[in-house]
């Protein structure tokens, strides 16, 4: 009987052997199922590669842009140098007018000796422009200021010799307004009765001296000014005082080079 069932249970073995192994077979099948499943996730992986993209776009342009920035930085200062220079550039003009140039003038009123005292003002007119080059530097009807700096009236003392005085001029006053600075003057003594009109002597450096000659004071001044002095008064001067008419016109050394500014 024994030996009756072993075929049985062989073959009841083999069919539990083939279920399991059909079972085992099954169940792992879905596994590969799964796996086939799961599989195309890792193809998808690359997508994450755009921000690789996008990270490298942005580094690239921000080397390049700092460096403009510097370059114009770097010019600016170069632009504005020259913006200093431009109001530097002369909106005027410096005109020299040089020593012994004649100031051709003339007075409003008389002067004299007789009244006229020291420290007194004294404007005079420029009756002819005074011109340097192209440029007019002291204009016709400029009025030329001045002070008398000495007087001896002849009706104080002075009886013998005449009278005389001196003038100073320091400034002329364009019709403008513009003033220039000048130094110029010239001395007047009493008309003789010879034909010589004279008694005018350019110089008012010689001012205190050529007066004292004039009126036979010894005041020192060298030999030119006593030649001149013997020149201005030839004639017969006693008595009379030294006069400037309105129609005299007196022609004035400047003694020193004068400095006008224009507009360019």
């Known amino acids: 009987m024994t030996n009756r069932f072993t075929p049985v249970a062989l073959v009841v073995a083999c ?3 083939l279920v399991v192994v059909g079972c085992s077979g099954q169940s792992s ?3 590969a199922d799964q796996t086939a499943q799961q599989a195309p ?3 998808e992986q690359p997508a994450p590669e755009p921000p690789q993209e996008q990270a490298a776009a942005p580094v690239a342009p921000p080397p390049a842009a700092p460096a403009p920035s510097r370059s114009h930085a770097s010019s600016i200062p170069e632009e504005r140098q020259p913006a200093p220079a431009a109001p530097a550039v002369p909106t005027t003009v410096t005109v020299t007018v040089p020593s012994g140039t004649q100031l051709a003038l003339a007075f409003p009123a ?3 000796s007789a009244t006229a005292q020291v420290g007194d003002a004294v404007v005079a007119t420029l009756k002819q422009s005074v011109v340097v080059g192209d440029r007019v530097a002291f204009p016709e009807g400029s ?3 001045g ?3 000495d007087v001896k009236p002849a009706s104080k003392g002075f009886k013998e010799t005449g009278g ?4 100073q001029f320091t400034s002329v006053v364009a019709p403008n307004g513009h003033k220039s600075t000048i130094s110029a003057g010239f001395s007047k003594v009493a008309e003789g009765s010879a034909a010589k009109k004279g008694g005018i002597i350019g110089g008012s450096a010689v001012g205190g001296a050529l007066l004292g000659k004039a009126l036979g004071k010894s005041t020192g001044g060298g030999a030119a000014v006593g030649a001149a002095i013997g020149t201005a008064v030839a004639g017969t001067t006693k008595g009379r005082e030294a006069r400037i008419k309105p129609d005299d016109l007196l022609q004035v050394p400047l003694e020193q080079n004068a400095k006008v500014v224009l507009p360019r």
């Open 29 to 31: 099948q879905p596994p």
């Open 41 to 43: 996730p890792p193809a």
């Open 147 to 149: 002070t008398v700096t």
């Open 15 to 17: 069919v539990m052997f």
């Open 164 to 167: 005389a005085l001196s003038l």
């Open 110 to 112: 008389e002067l004299t």
């Open 143 to 145: 009025q030329v200021r």
